[in-house]
C-alpha cells in the first residue's frame, strides 16, 4: 500500500508563488510515476504535471507552461510542484498520485486512468 500526502496550498494573489510538496511512503517496489493533477469546483479533475521516477521524463500541461516546474526528491521521497505566476483559473484542489508502468496496456501520465493511488488533495485558491 502507498500513501500520499500533499501539502502546501493555501490563498494566494494573483501573479504569486506556491509550491506543493507530495510525501509518498509504502512499498514504492516498481517502476512508477508521480503526478499532480487538480480538479476546480464543478469541473472534472485534470493532469496539471508528472515525472518519472528517475526524472528523466515528465508530462505538463499546456495551461501551465513556463509558469510550473517539477522536481522529484527520491532520498526523501517527496515531489515537489513549483507554482509561479499564478492565474485565478488555477484554483482548484491539487492532488498528487502514483501511477505504476506494470501490467498496463495503456498509459498517459497525464491521464488519471493511469494512476493507483492518491493523496488527499491541497487547496489551492488564487484570488485578490
Known amino acids: 500500500e502507498v500513501q500520499l500526502v500533499e501539502s502546501g496550498g493555501g490563498l494566494v494573489q494573483p501573479g504569486g508563488s506556491l509550491r506543493l510538496s507530495c510525501a509518498f511512503s509504502?512499498?514504492?517496489?516498481?517502476?512508477?510515476?508521480i503526478g499532480w493533477f487538480r480538479q476546480a469546483s464543478g469541473k472534472e479533475r485534470e493532469g496539471v504535471f508528472s515525472?518519472?521516477?528517475?526524472?528523466?521524463?515528465?508530462w505538463y500541461a499546456d495551461s501551465v507552461s513556463g509558469r510550473f516546474r517539477i522536481s522529484i526528491d527520491n532520498a526523501k521521497n517527496t515531489v515537489n510542484l513549483q507554482m509561479n505566476s499564478l492565474k485565478p483559473e488555477d484554483t482548484a484542489i491539487y492532488y498528487c498520485?502514483?501511477?505504476?508502468?506494470?501490467?498496463?496496456?495503456?498509459?498517459?501520465?497525464?491521464?488519471?486512468?493511469?494512476?493507483?493511488?492518491w493523496g488527499r488533495g491541497t487547496q489551492v485558491t488564487v484570488s485578490s
Open positions: 515525472i518519472s521516477k528517475d526524472g528523466g521524463a515528465t
Open positions: 498520485a502514483l501511477a505504476y508502468y506494470r501490467g498496463k496496456r495503456y498509459f498517459d501520465y497525464g491521464d488519471r486512468r493511469s494512476y493507483d493511488y
Open positions: 509504502g512499498e514504492t517496489f516498481d517502476d512508477y510515476a
